[in-house]
């Protein structure tokens, strides 16, 4: 009999994130909705006369940030609500009808920007002394003027921003083509039960120790979406070419500069880190070989990756178990730390388990007047228990920016996402290792440290250069075909392994599976997250209390200042390509380390 996912209705309440602390009914967040569209209604009394007197100037972002707070606060349960099961139509029209607003909104406040980029410096700081309530904007506008050279006319602000729903269609028919529609086959596990593949259960059985099963659900899985290859391609294409339009229209030289504009990152960030792991990439084939020595196989092909060397020690973490563990760790930041960890831990935050229906994946996400919730997919191993850590990051990181920073700088940016959650990733298993005199068990959690170093610095930097890549052929005016985008993937893949991993050719269509591609330019942000978060773990494990205290600092940093400043407030320069290179070179000590303790077994 085929084991499927529950229905979330047999998952026991203490196990689902409550919502009902956002909104106590559906009816309420109408009562908001209604009122927040009354709101847009009232901004354009600020047309054309935003920077004529300061009371205007203030009265006018008031309004313009108190929308966006509502909005948020809406968007946060709209869609939540539909994460947890995305075959619920009412909760599929709350998102499309909340994003929609969200589109009405940035049309109507369009004006705003090309109003702003007019107010001189002069006129701003005489408007912070009649009001100095407009301090609390200066740094807005500040940021904004920046972005002047590529701020258009008002009526094209407008009719840019009218354009949100539509330029945003790839993405949400990609989105539920590959969480909701694409149906993968069955397979026979280890217990002779047939198991039907789905995106969350795939890498489970990927790390099995049945070579033959491994090999089964690889080859199924990725011939599913062989199927629907093309489609796959078109929304990709569909993506990129709308990313591309607007980057044209507010005449950007490229996307990769007009995504790391924002961030006010210079593209030699991105170039060092994928120079820096073409120079490393020896380590990596090193890994590769390692494996296929210590597993014993004749040929290492990519439905080998996935496995645990050290298969006996992979034992079953329950989610108590897993709760305990994070609580243990992270008591290293101190109370005020642990008490807000332990709230989200203990009531509710927390969506825990996979069930029907159920978006894949896992994420941290909230608004500035809700607590962060936490998607996750919990399979009882350990890398179910690093996602809890690694989301507990980003959620602890929402919660302090929230809680210290006012509404219009406590959204971090995504170039420093992924610090918070991996720093949590390295002191987790710094903990780990120190607290177990197991040759075993130290092998194991060395073997998943690296498999997560590959997954994370390795791979993501080769997401990050292929999308680069694909980018720069659309736009020199080049055909972007599935057959193509599949042979660029393929080429990188064999260049990044290199000759003595067999490159199946079925993974030439990983691409397909991968959301981030729809997010412009977001993966390398995991590999320069990583590389920082290394360097930082690295000075709190040793003790360091100025470290630890600049890195709670960080926390509670929202979007303040530029994340480069922000990272060097932190203890970490991420303009140099310093931190990518310590970090692997610590990447071929682990391996130089597992191969010291596997050789004493």
């Not at 390398?524 to 360097?535: E, H, V, W």
């Amino acid at each position: 009999m085929a084991i499927q996912p529950r229905k979330r209705e047999e998952i026991e309440e203490k196990y689902k994130w409550r919502l009902e602390d956002i909104y106590a009914s559906n009816e309420l967040w109408e009562k908001d909705f209604s009122e927040v569209d009354a709101k847009i209604g009232e901004l354009v009394k600020y047309k054309g006369v935003l920077i004529n007197s300061a009371e205007n100037l203030y009265d006018g972002l008031e309004l313009d940030t108190g929308i966006s707070r509502i909005l948020e606060k809406l968007y946060t349960y709209a869609v939540r609500r539909k994460d947890e099961n995305l075959n619920v139509a009412i909760y599929q029209e709350l998102s499309d009808r909340v994003r929609s607003l969200v589109t009405k909104a940035s049309s109507e406040s369009a004006f705003i920007k090309t109003e702003l980029v007019n107010l001189t410096d002069e006129k701003l700081k005489k408007y912070i002394k009649e009001n100095e309530k407009l301090k609390l904007y200066e740094y807005y506008i500040e940021e904004l003027l920046r972005f002047k050279p590529h701020i258009l006319n008002d009526s094209e602000e407008k009719l840019i921003a009218m354009t949100g729903d539509v330029l945003s269609g790839a993405r949400n028919i990609y989105g539920m083509l590959n969480d909701a529609d694409i149906k993968f086959p069955e397979f026979i596990d280890e217990d002779n039960n047939g198991v039907t593949i789905t995106q969350e259960n795939f890498i489970k059985y990927m790390q099995s120790g049945d070579r033959n099963i491994r090999k089964d659900v690889f080859e199924k899985f990725y011939k599913t979406f062989t199927v629907y290859k093309n489609t796959f391609g078109s929304t990709l294409n569909a993506n990129i070419k709308s990313d591309v339009f607007v980057t044209k229209t507010k005449k950007y030289e490229s996307t990769i500069k007009r995504a790391l504009f924002s961030d006010n990152i210079d593209i030699s960030v991105y170039d060092n880190l994928i120079k820096t792991v073409h120079s490393n990439l020896d380590k990596l084939q090193k890994y590769c070989d390692m494996k296929k020595r210590v597993l014993n196989l004749d040929e290492f092909h990519m439905y080998d990756i996935y496995v645990s060397m050290l298969k006996d020690v992979d034992k079953k973490i329950s989610y108590e178990e897993a709760v305990d563990t994070i609580k243990d760790v992270f008591k290293i930041y101190g109370e005020d730390y642990y008490n807000a960890m332990s709230e989200g831990l203990e009531n509710r935050w927390i969506d825990v388990y996979e069930n029907e229906g159920k978006r894949s994946g896992a994420y941290s996400c909230g608004s500035y007047d809700t607590n962060p919730y936490i998607l996750l997919n919990y399979q009882n191993n350990l890398q179910s228990l690093f996602t809890l850590a690694h989301e507990m990051g980003h959620s602890m990181h929402t919660y302090f920016s929230t809680i210290n920073q006012p509404f219009i700088y406590s959204g971090y940016t995504i170039f420093v996402a992924e610090v918070a959650s991996t720093v949590n990733e390295v002191l987790l298993v710094k903990h780990l290792l120190k607290n177990t005199m197991n040759i075993d068990e130290k092998l194991y959690l060395i073997n998943y440290f690296m498999d997560n170093f590959r997954l994370t610095l390795y791979r993501q930097t080769k997401f990050a250069e292929f999308e680069k890549i694909i980018y720069e052929e659309i736009e020199k005016g080049e055909a972007l075909s599935a057959d193509k985008i599949c042979e660029i993937y393929y080429d990188l893949h064999k260049l990044y392994y290199g000759e003595n991993v067999v490159s199946d050719d079925l993974i030439k269509i990983e691409w397909a599976r991968i959301p981030h591609f729809y997010m412009n330019f977001y993966v390398y942000k995991y590999a320069t997250g990583f590389s920082a978060a290394i360097a930082l773990a690295e000075k709190i494990s040793n003790g360091d209390k100025n470290a630890l205290d600049n890195y709670l600092e960080f926390l509670k940093s929202g979007g303040s200042d530029y994340p480069i400043e922000l990272l060097k407030k932190a203890g970490v320069d991420m303009s140099t390509p310093e931190p990518v290179q310590k970090a692997l070179d610590f990447f071929g000590e682990l391996i130089d380390e597992f191969e010291k303790l596997i050789s004493t077994k």
